[in-house]
């Protein structure tokens, strides 16, 4: 197909080629023999059948360096006081905690790219995936000469899974020192039973190959005391948090650690409030409020070029919102996971009673980039949206995330994560 069409465009690839699909064999391999354990295939299988897309999605370069430059252009204003002492002076005590130079791990830049260009449509801090993705680019089957003249420079060598353990090692150097890092706990609530829990085993794998001791707790195995962050006997050093209590409300250990200043915790309620409330939207998306914290031009030109317009829900503006929801998706401020969220054209009155009396905020609604599955999709032309991980302003990696429905889910036969690949101008 490629060769038959020099001038093919990412868009063109995305609607119709599947020249690149996942090699089950291969990812078998990448999960056990080179970044898991005997089983880990199986255990994936079983709790996540539809965790893995069917095929890439491709981008342009420019639309990548646009993704780098929105990364960007959000660590510089909220590197600006103004626009710190505005979150944080709103946000809940723990948040204005000191996090002792800790940047937090995993943030999650989620965008749609397609025709439109592309468009920053929320913010994680405890982006889940990473991992994964560092299985699945190792699990790529080519099928077309000319992509397999391009394959050897997207192939993936175990870049990621690198990139990811300085990471670490730069997050305990900057609030730490010189220490050796010796112990971690991934936490999550009930994390055996969490969707994404084969990740957490993948991340206490890649910790041990470096030397570094690991255990996957639930916050309420652990224990404050002594000056110490104890699990079962062993003293932890870092906390890698995976929970959705953003703000350690009903994680007591962890938070009383946290705030006696003897755990590096990753990500940290902090970085949420900076970052991840989706208030900030709001904020990022006004032309108004950018000139009142004095963010230079060029920067407020690539925000408000590439953030849908974004406001909170209230008394004062239910009637118009209303009104236009057709053109509008609403999300709960502190929500995760699509989880609660609605497109304005589904909305009953029911549902936006509950809208009205809960912290939410509409934006402006933006098609997701379409992606063709050739696999045991029900419905092969599936929606995708694309997640920069990134850390201390730059993007490590780039994953799509492909699905059916108004939100990702990791329920669409042929869907799930996905590589991103360059192709074009």
């Known amino acids: 197909m490629l060769d038959d069409q020099p001038l093919v465009t990412a868009e063109?690839?995305?609607k119709s080629c599947a020249c690149i699909s996942l090699e089950r064999n291969a990812l078998r391999h990448a999960l056990e023999a080179e970044l898991g354990s005997e089983g880990m295939y199986q255990?994936?299988?079983?709790?996540?059948?539809?965790?893995?897309?069917?095929?890439?999605?491709?981008?342009?370069?420019?639309?990548?360096?646009?993704?780098?430059a929105v990364v960007s252009a959000v660590e510089t204003v909220v590197a600006?006081?103004?626009?710190?002492?505005?979150?944080?002076?709103?946000?809940?005590?723990?948040?204005?905690?000191?996090?002792?130079?800790?940047?937090?791990?995993?943030?999650?830049?989620?965008?749609?790219?397609?025709?439109?260009?592309?468009?920053?449509?929320?913010?994680?801090?405890?982006?889940?995936?990473?991992?994964?993705?560092?299985?699945?680019?190792?699990?790529q089957r080519v099928c077309c000469p000319a992509v397999e003249r391009l394959f050897p420079a997207?192939?993936?060598?175990?870049?990621?899974?690198?990139?990811?353990?300085?990471?670490?090692?730069?997050?305990?150097?900057a609030w730490r020192g010189p220490r050796p890092l010796r112990t971690v706990a991934i936490v999550d609530e009930d994390p055996q039973a969490q969707y994404l829990y084969p990740e957490f085993l993948l991340f206490q794998k890649m910790f041990e190959r470096n030397g570094v001791?690991?255990?996957?707790?639930?916050?309420?195995?652990?224990?404050?005391?002594?000056?110490?962050?104890?699990?079962?006997?062993?003293?932890?050093?870092?906390?890698?948090?995976?929970?959705?209590?953003?703000?350690?409300?009903?994680?007591?250990?962890?938070?009383?650690?946290?705030?006696?200043?003897?755990?590096?915790?990753?990500?940290?309620?902090?970085?949420?409030?900076?970052?991840?409330?989706?208030?900030?939207?709001?904020?990022?998306?006004?032309?108004?409020?950018?000139?009142?914290?004095?963010?230079?031009?060029?920067?407020?030109?690539i925000l408000l070029d590439t953030i849908p317009q974004t406001e909170i829900v209230s008394a004062d503006n239910a009637e118009r919102l209303w009104e236009t929801r057709r053109r509008l998706f609403f999300k709960p401020t502190a929500g995760f996971g699509g989880r609660a969220a609605y497109r304005g054209d589904k909305i009953t009155k029911r549902v936006w009673q509950d809208i009205l009396s809960g912290d939410y905020v509409a934006q402006a609604l933006v098609a997701p980039g379409e992606r063709l599955v050739q696999d045991e999709a029900e419905t092969p032309l599936l929606k995708?949206?694309?997640?920069?991980?990134a850390y201390d302003g730059k993007v490590q990696s780039l994953a799509a995330r492909l699905y059916q429905g108004q939100t990702t889910n990791f329920r669409t036969r042929g869907g799930g994560f996905a590589p991103v690949y360059t192709w074009g101008s």
């Open 12 to 14: 063109d690839l995305n």
């Open 384 to 389: 995708f949206d694309v997640r920069a991980y």
């Open 213 to 301: 001791r690991a255990v996957i707790a639930d916050p309420s195995e652990l224990r404050f005391h002594d000056g110490a962050l104890w699990k079962d006997g062993v003293v932890i050093d870092l906390v890698y948090n995976r929970l959705t209590d953003f703000m350690l409300a009903f994680s007591d250990a962890i938070r009383e650690a946290y705030l006696a200043g003897v755990i590096l915790l990753t990500p940290h309620p902090q970085a949420h409030a900076l970052y991840a409330d989706k208030r900030n939207l709001a904020l990022l998306s006004s032309p108004t409020a950018l000139a009142r914290l004095g963010v230079p031009p060029t920067v407020r030109d």
């Open 154 to 173: 997207i192939r993936e060598d175990g870049g990621v899974e690198q990139r990811i353990m300085d990471m670490f090692r730069r997050e305990w150097a």
């Open 43 to 68: 255990l994936v299988a079983e709790r996540c059948p539809h965790v893995f897309a069917a095929q890439p999605v491709y981008v342009t370069q420019a639309q990548e360096a646009q993704i780098a």
């Open 80 to 139: 600006m006081p103004a626009y710190r002492e505005a979150v944080l002076a709103a946000a809940p005590p723990i948040a204005r905690h000191s996090p002792g130079g800790a940047r937090s791990v995993f943030f999650g830049y989620d965008f749609h790219v397609g025709e439109h260009g592309i468009s920053l449509i929320e913010i994680n801090t405890n982006a889940g995936g990473a991992m994964l993705n560092a299985a699945l680019a190792r699990a």
